[in-house]
C-alpha cells in the first residue's frame, strides 16, 4: 500500500519539471513569443465568433468579420438561450438543457465503470479470447457511427428499449468503450503488479480487488475518463435524436435546429452565441477538471 | 506468476456486458455491413445480392479515391503536427510558466466546441475575399495571398490547420501529463553535465514517452478516419470535390443518396485498410505470448 | 392480432406494436419536419393553426437540416415501429421503396373526395402517385430557377432586364467593368447544380431538360445543344468572384443586396433574404425566370403518412392531410414559406411581384418543369452534382469531358 501512495503522489506532482529557468535570457523570451502565438491561433475562430455574436444581422452582411460591432448587442445571445425557433416550439436550446443532463449522468458514470471494469479484467486477468474481444472493440471503433444505425435499431426495437431513455444510456457506453476500455486497460496495466499480487495473496477475490484497490486508485483516469466522456456525450447530436425518443431529445437537438438549415435564413450572430452556450457545460468541466486532467493522464499515460 | 492463479470465474462474468456489447453492437455490425455491400440495397436494407457491383462502382468513382488519397494526406498532415505542436506547446508550459493554467486552458477549449459553426468562424477566416487576405491586404499589403481553401491542390490543406486547432490541445494535455511524470533527477543530471536541454528532449525525453506518443496517436487516427464535421463546415468537400474524405462518402450515400449498398461497401474498405494498419501494431502491443503483464 | 411485419430478411421490426403516446388523443397527429428556421417554422405554424382549428392536434417534431439529417431518423423510427402520423419526404423516387414495403399509408378516398387531381400541376400529381394510387400529399411549391438581381446596381450600370445569354453576359461585361463582381456564386455542390439545370432549361429547353433528367438519355448529353449549355455554365467562372467556394446561398444573397455583386441564381426562397433585409421584390430586386426560355422548374417537399395500428391516428391523418391541401392553408402556408400553393385554383392576389411572374408562368401546363429529383433518384442526381461541382472548379476540364464524365456518373447511378 505505502508503495502505491508514493507512486500516486509521484504522479500528482503537477509542478512543472522541465529544465530549471536561469534568469530573462533570449531563450525564454523566444518561449513566450511561441506561446504567445500559438495562443492567437488558438483564439483567432474565438474572437470571430464572439464579435459575430455581438452584430446584428445588418451589421454581418457588410462582411467585416474582424471588426469589432459598432453596436454591439447581447440579443442575439438572449435569442440562442430563451427564444429562437427551433420548429413550432420557440424556447431556444435552453429547451433540452435538463434532458441533456438526464443523458449525461448516467451514461458518463455507467460507460466509464464498465469500460473500467473491462479494463481491469482484460489487464490483470487470464481470460480466454481477451485480446480478440479487445481486437474486435478497437478494430469497430474506426467504423463511422453511422453505419451502427440500421442494426441497432432493430436490435432495440426488438428487445424494447428503442426510443427510451435506457437506448440512449446503451447506446452511450456501447460507443464509449473502445476508448475506456483502452484507457483503463493501459493505467492498470502501468501500476505496481505486486500490489495485486499481494491483494491475492490476501485473499481478495476479483471484485473485492476492484472495489477495494483498483476503483479507489483510479482517481486520476477516471477525471481524463469523464472529460472526454463528458465532451462526447455532450455534443452528440446523432445518437440522441435517433435513440433517445421525442421525450428525451438532448440540447444538442436544438442546437443543430437553430444552426442547421438549408433554405431557410441563417442568423449568424445566433448560431454562433448558441454553439458557445452549448460548449458551456464540457467547458466548465474542463475549467474545474483541469488540474486533475493533466495529473490524470500523467498517471495512465507515463507506461502504456 | 502463474496464470492459473489469476483466472477466476468472475473475471468472466465482468466481461459479460463487454462481452454481449462485442457481439452484437461491434461484431454484429462489422458483419452487417460487410453482408450488406453485396447487395443492392437503396433507401432502404434489402437482402438482393448483386456480388461485388458495388465495389466495382466504388473503385470507379473519382470521388472516392480522392477521399482515399486525402484521408491520407489528412492523416500524415494531422498526426505529425499534432505530435509536434503538442509536444512544444507540452514542453514550453513545462518550463515553470506564468500563467499555465490560462494557456492550457486556451489550447484545450476547441476540442469542446460543435465543430458545426466554430467551422463557419474558420470558413470565413480562410476565405480569400472575407477573412485574413482580404484583411492583411487591406493594410497595404496588397499582393498578400492565402487563399488554399479556395485552390483545388490546397483545400485539404486547409482541413488540416482547422484539425490541428482542434486536436492539439487535447495531444498537449496528454503530452504535458507525460512530462510532468518524468523525474526531476534527470534534468539536474543533465545541467551538471553540461548536455543541452534540447538534447535531453530529443535523446532521452521523447523515448520515455513512447506510451503517450501510442496512445495519442491512437486518438488521432480515429480522428483521421471519421473525419467529417472539419469537411463539412471548411470546405464541404470542394472546390469541386478535391477535399473529398471517406467518412463523408459513406454519409452522403448512406442518407442523403440513398444507396445504402455503396456506403456498406465503401465502410468495409475503410475496415479492412484500418484492419491492415493496425493488426501489426495491436500484435506488437498487446499480443506478443512473451510480454510480462504489468508494464515492462 | 399482432401483425408481425417482415420488413427486412434477417432483422425483424415489428410495425405498430409500439404506438406512440401522440396517438392516445382522437385527433391528435404527430407532424415530424425539418423546417426549422425562424421563416420556415412560422410557415408550418400556419399549417399548425389550420388543423388545430379543425379539430386536431398538432404535435410537433422538427429536425433540422437538409432532409438527409431528418430523413433517416424519421426512417428509423417508420422501421423501429414507432412513426410520426405524418412525416416530411423529398417529392421522388425515394418513396418508392416505403411504398413497396407496405410502410405508408395510400390516400386515395381523400386525394377523391377533395378533387386534388383537378387542382394540382399534372407534373405534381404524378410524383405523388404509385401504380394509380396516391401515397402522399404534396405541400409546397418552390421555383427553382430564378435569377435575382439588384435594381439598382443594374440601373446605374444602365443595364436592362437580360432576356438573352448574350444580353445576360454582356451585362455582366458592364458590371465588371464597373468593379462589381457580375453573379454571386455559392460554390456549393446543389447550388452550383440549380444554376446548371437554370441554365440547360433556359438555352437548352424543356425537352432537353427532360431528355437529360427523365430518360437520362446519353445522347442527349452528348448533343450539341447539352455542349452550349456546359460552355455557358464554365463562362460564368469568369463571372464569379475568388471566394465562391463552399460559400452559402445566403452569403451570396447578402452580395447581391448589399450591391457587391449583380445577380444570383437561386431558388425562390432567396426572397427571404432580401425581405429580411427590408428589400422590396420588383422595387429593390428583381427576378427574371430565365434569361432565354421562361419556364418554371418545380421542386417542394411532400408529406408521407406511415401506416398507424390505431385507428383515432388514422382519423388524425385524414384529417390533416385534408387541412394541408385545403385553399386556406395551403394560402397561408406558402406566403410565409415564400414559395407559391401546390394548387393552381387559389387566390393569389396577395402574392409579391416576383411569385406572381411564377404563378402567371404557372398557368400554362407546358411550362411546369418538375425539378431533377423528381425525376431521377436521389443516387443519380446528386452524383451528377460531384461531376458539376468538379466541372465548376477546375476551369482547365473541358466541355466534353464534363460531358463524358456526366454520362459515365449516370451509368454508375441509375
Sequence with gaps: MLQATSRATAANAVEPSGPRPRSVTAGRVGLYVFLAFAALFFLLPMYVMIVTSLKTMGEIRIGNIFSLPTEATIEPWI???????????????????????????????????????????????????????????????????????????????????????????????????????????????????????????????????????????????????????????????????????RENLPMTVQLNNIVNSTQGEKLYNVNMAATILTALVPLVVYFISGRWFVRGIAAGAVKG | ??????????????????????????????????????????????????????????????????????????????????????????????????????????????????????????????????????????????????????????????????????????VMALMLSGLRGIDQELWKAAQIDGIPAWRVYLNIVVPMMR??????????????????????????????????????????????????????????????????????WLYYEYFRPERAKGGK | MKRVTRVLLGAVAMVGLVVGVAQADPQKAEVFHWWTSGGEAAAVQEFAKAFNAAGGEWVDTAIGGSGSTARPIGINRIIGGDPPAAMQFNTGKQIDELVAQGLIRNLDDIAEKEGWKAALPPAFYEAVTRDGHVIAVPVNNHGQNWV??????????????????????????????????????????????????????????????????KDLDPEAVKSPEFKKVAEIFGKLRDYSDPGNPNRDWNVATGMVISGKAGFQFMGDWAKGEFVL????????????????????????????????????????????????????????FNAKKGSVPVRLDVDNSALDACAKIGVEVLQDPDKQIPAADILAS???????????????????????AFIEKWNTAVDQAK
Excluded at chain 3, 456564386?185 to 432549361?201: D, E, K
Aim: aromatic letters at 12%.
Design chain 3, 277 to 332: 433585409a427590408n428589400q422590396v421584390a420588383g422595387k429593390d430586386f428583381g427576378c427574371i425566370l430565365g434569361p432565354g426560355q421562361k419556364n418554371f422548374i418545380m421542386g417542394g417537399d411532400v408529406f408521407i403518412f406511415p401506416k398507424l395500428k390505431d385507428e383515432a391516428g388514422t382519423k388524425a391523418q385524414d384529417l390533416l392531410a385534408t387541412v394541408m391541401m385545403s385553399k386556406d392553408a395551403q394560402v397561408a
Design chain 1, 79 to 245: 435569442q440562442a438561450w430563451n427564444s429562437a425557433c427551433t420548429g413550432l416550439n420557440c424556447g431556444g436550446i435552453k429547451v433540452g438543457f435538463w434532458n441533456s443532463v438526464r443523458i449525461l449522468i448516467p451514461s458518463v458514470i455507467l460507460s466509464i465503470f464498465i469500460g473500467a471494469l473491462t479494463g481491469y479484467a482484460l489487464s490483470l486477468w487470464r481470460v480466454r479470447g481477451a485480446n480478440l474481444l479487445f481486437a474486435v472493440l478497437l478494430l469497430g471503433a474506426f467504423l463511422p457511427y453511422q453505419v451502427f444505425i440500421y442494426p441497432l435499431v432493430r436490435i432495440y426495437s426488438t428487445i424494447g428499449i428503442y426510443g427510451t431513455m435506457t437506448g440512449i444510456v446503451v447506446t452511450h457506453i456501447i460507443f464509449g468503450l473502445p476508448l475506456m476500455t483502452l484507457l483503463f486497460r493501459n493505467y492498470y496495466a502501468s501500476l505496481p503488479i505486486e500490489l495485486f499480487k499481494a491483494a491475492r495473496v490476501d485473499g481478495g477475490g476479483f471484485f473485492q480487488i476492484f472495489f477495494r484497490l483498483m476503483l479507489p486508485m483510479s482517481t486520476p483516469i477516471v477525471i481524463v475518463a469523464c472529460i472526454l466522456q463528458v465532451t462526447g456525450i455532450w455534443n452528440d447530436f446523432l445518437f440522441g435524436v435517433i435513440f433517445a425518443g
Design chain 2, 1 to 170: 506468476m502463474k496464470p492459473r492463479r489469476r483466472k477466476n470465474v468472475a473475471s468472466y462474468v465482468a466481461l459479460i456486458p463487454a462481452f454481449i456489447i462485442v457481439v452484437f453492437a461491434y461484431l454484429g455490425t462489422m458483419l452487417w455491413t460487410v453482408q450488406i455491400s453485396f447487395t443492392d440495397s437503396k433507401l432502404l436494407p434489402s437482402m438482393n445480392f448483386i456480388g461485388i457491383r458495388q465495389y466495382e462502382r466504388l473503385f470507379a468513382t473519382s470521388r472516392w479515391i480522392i477521399s482515399l488519397e486525402n484521408m491520407v494526406i489528412f492523416g500524415i498532415g494531422l498526426i505529425l503536427v499534432c505530435l509536434v505542436l503538442g509536444f512544444l506547446m507540452a514542453a514550453a508550459l513545462d518550463q515553470k510558466i506564468r500563467f499555465e493554467n490560462t494557456f492550457r486552458t486556451i489550447f484545450l477549449y476547441p476540442y469542446a466546441m460543435s465543430f458545426i459553426v466554430t467551422g463557419l468562424a474558420w470558413q470565413w477566416i480562410l476565405n480569400p475575399t472575407l477573412g485574413v487576405q482580404q484583411y492583411v491586404r487591406n493594410l497595404g499589403w496588397t499582393n498578400f495571398q492565402f487563399d488554399w481553401i479556395v485552390q483545388n491542390d490546397r483545400a485539404i490543406y486547409v482541413v488540416i490547420i482547422a484539425g490541428v486547432w482542434q486536436a492539439s490541445g487535447l
Design chain 2, 211 to 280: 506510451p503517450t506518443i501510442i496512445t495519442s496517436v491512437v486518438l488521432l487516427s480515429l480522428a483521421v478516419v471519421r473525419v467529417y464535421d472539419l469537411v463539412i463546415a471548411l470546405t464541404g468537400g470542394g472546390p469541386g470535390i478535391s477535399s473529398e474524405v471517406p467518412a463523408k462518402f459513406i454519409l452522403d450515400y448512406l442518407f442523403g443518396r440513398s444507396n445504402i449498398g455503396l456506403a456498406t461497401a465503401a465502410s468495409s474498405v475503410l475496415l479492412v485498410i484500418v484492419l491492415v494498419i493496425i493488426t501489426p
Design chain 3, 148 to 213: 435575382w438581381y439588384n435594381k439598382a446596381v443594374l440601373e446605374k450600370a444602365g443595364i436592362a432586364e437580360p432576356t438573352t445569354w448574350d444580353e445576360f453576359f454582356a451585362a455582366g461585361d458592364k458590371l465588371k467593368a464597373a468593379g462589381i463582381i457580375p453573379v454571386a456564386v455559392g460554390g456549393q455542390p446543389w447550388q452550383l447544380n440549380l444554376m446548371l439545370n437554370a441554365i440547360l432549361l433556359s438555352e437548352g429547353g424543356k425537352d432537353l431538360y427532360l431528355k437529360v433528367y
Design chain 3, 378 to 400: 436521389a443516387d443519380v442526381v446528386q452524383s451528377l452534382t460531384d461531376v458539376v461541382a468538379e466541372y465548376w472548379a477546375n476551369p482547365s476540364m473541358t466541355a466534353d
